[in-house]
Every structure is written in structure tokens, then in C-alpha cells.
């Protein structure tokens, strides 16, 4: 069995008669405080568990390493999905959270590691939103996410993230039975508030 502490985290119970909870995924030098905080912002009665990620990049945190800007080290982020994977299912476990109706949110690198899992542990969490995301790796055609939500949010004026990667994104998620709504801010890398109320309106249809 997985120790659920083998991850630094942060977890709130959700609000009396709520069930739904956040898996809250940082960006690159972000940690769990900064995932909790959009949580709260975005659906302040969902519970939150968020870890932080464990690959340092410099001072850092990350969830997986990389071999440049936008360009992942794709075994190390195959193996993490999978142990971020197995983490999930075992906190879960421990906080008696409802994996069905856990919502992974991420953000950048969080967002990445997030599709990994998606391609490759499907059964660690629910619906996911995507926050300025990239395309982790090709997909088993296999993979089965039927009944799946999933919203990705991409910046007209992001330099970091590619602009076909939302496209390819979204395609490689609806090929594979996921209904997927895809939207793009003008904004850059960064949040802005035009996100945070995507976010929250597509949260808020969640049943």
C-alpha cells in the first residue's frame, strides 16, 4: 500500500453536504499553497488535495523532469504519472474521496502530468481541467475515456505552449471518448481572470 504522506500535501475537506473534491496540480515553481488558493477561488465548497511535486528544477518544484523548454524527458514523465497515480488512489483511500468525483485540475506542468495520467491511469481521478496544457506523448489508442469531462484552456499569446498542442490535445482526448471543451483566452502563459471563470462555470456543471 502506498503511504499517503509520501507526497508533501495539502488536503481540505469539502463543505458540509459536498462530496466533490480538487486534485490541484501545480505549474512549474508553484507548490500546493498557490493550487489551493485558485481552488478556493474557483469552487470554495469542493474539497482539495494537492500534492507537490517532487522533481526539483533548480529551487523549483515540478512533477516530472525536462530536457528543455517544452521538451519532456518523457520516461521520467511516463514513470511519475504513474506514481503520482498510485498516490492518488492511496490518499484517496485514506480521505475517503470518491475518485469519481475528484477533478484534477492542473496548471502548466500540472496540467501535463494530468494528461499522463489520463493516457496512462484513467482510474485515479474524474473530469480534469486542463490549464495551458501540451501534448505529454502519443496515447495508447486503447485508452478508454468515455463518460469523461474535460475542459482545456489554452493562451492566444502564450509563448511557452505551442498553439496546435490545444488542438492536438483535445483531439487525442475526444478520439478516445472524453467530451471535451476547448476554449482560448487572450491571455498568455498566466491565469487570468477570464480562466478562473471558465473554471468555475464548467465546475459549477458538474454533478
Known amino acids: 500500500m502506498i503511504d499517503p504522506t509520501s507526497f ?11 462530496s466533490r473534491y480538487l486534485l ?18 474557483v469552487a470554495p465548497a469542493f474539497g482539495q488535495l494537492a500534492p507537490r511535486g517532487q522533481v526539483l528544477e533548480g529551487a523549483a518544484h515540478r512533477f516530472f523532469r525536462r530536457l528543455a523548454e517544452g521538451v519532456f524527458d518523457v520516461p521520467d514523465l511516463r514513470r ?10 492511496a490518499a484517496a483511500a485514506h480521505y475517503r474521496i470518491d475518485r469519481s468525483r475528484l477533478a484534477a485540475v ?6 501535463n502530468i494530468a494528461s499522463a495520467m489520463l493516457f496512462l491511469r484513467p482510474d485515479a481521478f ?9 501534448v505529454p506523448f502519443e496515447p495508447d489508442p486503447a485508452i478508454d475515456l468515455v463518460g469523461r469531462r474535460i475542459l482545456a484552456l489554452g493562451g492566444s499569446l ?8 490545444l488542438d492536438r490535445l483535445a483531439d487525442l482526448l475526444s478520439r478516445r471518448g472524453a467530451s471535451v471543451e ?17 473554471v468555475a ?3 459549477d456543471q458538474a454533478s
Open 182 to 198: 476547448r476554449r482560448v483566452t487572450p491571455a498568455g502563459h498566466g491565469l487570468v481572470r477570464a480562466d478562473l471563470e471558465a
Open 126 to 134: 474524474g473530469d480534469a481541467v486542463l490549464l495551458r496544457p501540451m
Open 8 to 18: 508533501l500535501h495539502l488536503h481540505h475537506p469539502p463543505a458540509p453536504g459536498e
Open 106 to 111: 492542473g496548471y502548466s506542468n500540472g496540467a
Open 201 to 203: 462555470r464548467w465546475l
Open 80 to 89: 511519475r504519472a504513474g506514481e503520482l497515480a498510485d498516490w492518488v488512489v
Open 158 to 165: 502564450d509563448p511557452v505552449t505551442p498553439p496546435d498542442h
Open 24 to 41: 490541484l496540480l501545480h505549474g512549474t515553481g508553484g507548490d500546493e499553497r498557490d493550487m489551493g488558493a485558485l481552488g478556493r477561488i
